[in-house]
């Protein structure tokens, strides 16, 4: 994989801008039917069962990868880590944190990205931070405290954190580490035009982690598992869009614009969260809504 710069770009290309646009509606969408179904599967379990289908569905188009000849094997290390971040620990963290918590809290939690992607940029990979991203961020976090507040600074004031904030500041974390390396790893030779199999490696070692991670939580007495039309649909969604279509798009996204860049469009995620809580669970946007979609905006214009 070419590296990609660490500095903003000068421009932002509009297919580059919708691709990093994708990856968050599509996330937004895995939150609220994450929570939907919170009380028919245990969520280690779901989470593991999405990526099951995602590989199944994926595997055709890139199986080459997988046979013993293939480079990947001697760079398997660095597949198994970012299978670990991005597919076995950060996805299984926001199935937890919905237990407890609302589509719009997580969402809202996860959208601390851009500060977590310009501190590990900087600590780990020698990033500079400039002014503009610094502002940008500071804009687009401003938002999401509106959106936390609901408007009021004194209901901010009075906010308390369940377990679920906590599960998804830890999968918020991982995200952004997982960012950071997934342009900082070079591909194989006849892995670099693949997309498929690049993607399909990571998920290899993300299934070995999740699998061994639901065995943990099975083997705790977390069991939970009523299968029907519902769950069926829910993992046929969130299998083939917050997986493979986000995935994809996140990765290609992040390659053109940079993580921090990626970072700041995380941001839209709440934003989305909310407008699809009002169609599905019932919760109407408020105008402080909209407050929080310009600051948000302001803060990726800016950076």
Known sequence: MSTTPDRPVPGLALSTALLLTTAPLMWAGNAVVGRLVHTLVAPVALNFLRWLLAFALLAPLAWRVLRP????????????????LGIGSYNALQYMALQTS???????????VPIWMLAIGALFFGAPV???QAVGALASVAGVLMVLSRGSWQELLALRLVP???YMLAATLAWALYSWLLVRTD???DIRADWAGFLLAQ???????SGAFAGVEWSLGVRRFEWGWTLAAALAFIAIGPAIVAYRCWGLG?????????????NLTPLF???????????????????????????????
């Open 187 to 189: 591909r194989p030779a």
């Open 203 to 209: 998920m290899l070692f993300g299934l070995m982690w």
């Open 164 to 166: 679920g904030d906590l």
């Open 69 to 84: 000849g293939s480079s990947l094997w001697p760079h398997w290390r660095r597949y198994a880590l970012l299978g670990l």
């Open 254 to 266: 992040v390659q053109r614009a940079g993580p921090v860049m990626g970072g700041f469009f995380i």
């Open 273 to 303: 969260a909310a407008v699809l809580s009002a169609a599905f669970l019932g919760e109407v946007p408020r105008l402080y809504h909209a407050g929080a979609f310009v600051l948000i905006v302001g803060g990726i214009v800016v950076s």
């Open 130 to 132: 400039s002014r503009r």
């Open 102 to 112: 609302t589509p719009l809290n997580v969402t809202l939690v996860g959208a601390g």
